[in-house]
């Protein structure tokens, strides 16, 4: 059976930061493609970050230079460093998983078939 537990999220202030980590029991983790999502209150959830199985990244402009998503196949742990975070970063955010490589569509929830739970982020102004 797929897991993906988030940890990690927390309350900082803007211009803070949080490193979240996604562990995978997943038995040929370097094989899937990874994704990070979020979700904030009354929206619907987007894609934030995603990684390849060949370590490609791809970013949202929002998050672009402040985010970075690294994987650690070793330890079949996905992670997402934040910096200079800001209140519009508040949100619920989702590890997501999905076999071999995405060719596109790799910031597209829909492309993911094995969630976590979640974990919440609150940045206060």
């Known amino acids: 059976q797929v897991q993906l537990v988030e940890s990690g999220g927390g309350s900082v202030q803007a211009g803070g930061s949080l490193r979240l980590s996604c562990a995978a029991s997943?038995?040929?983790?370097?094989?899937?493609?990874m994704g990070w999502f979020r979700q904030a209150p009354g929206k619907e959830r987007e894609g934030v970050a995603a990684?390849?199985?060949?370590?490609?990244?791809t970013y949202a402009d929002s998050v672009k230079g402040r985010f970075t998503i690294s994987r650690d196949n070793a330890k079949n742990t996905l992670y997402l460093q934040m910096n200079s975070l800001k209140p519009e970063d508040t949100a619920i955010y989702y590890c997501?998983?999905?076999?071999?490589?995405?060719?596109?569509?790799?910031?597209?929830?829909?492309?993911?078939?094995?969630w976590g739970r979640g974990t919440q982020v609150t940045v206060s102004s």
């Open positions: 990684i390849s199985t060949g370590y490609i990244t």
């Open positions: 997943l038995y040929t983790y370097s094989t899937y493609s």
């Open positions: 997501a998983a999905v076999s071999g490589w995405l060719r596109s569509r790799r910031l597209d929830e829909h492309a993911y078939n094995y």
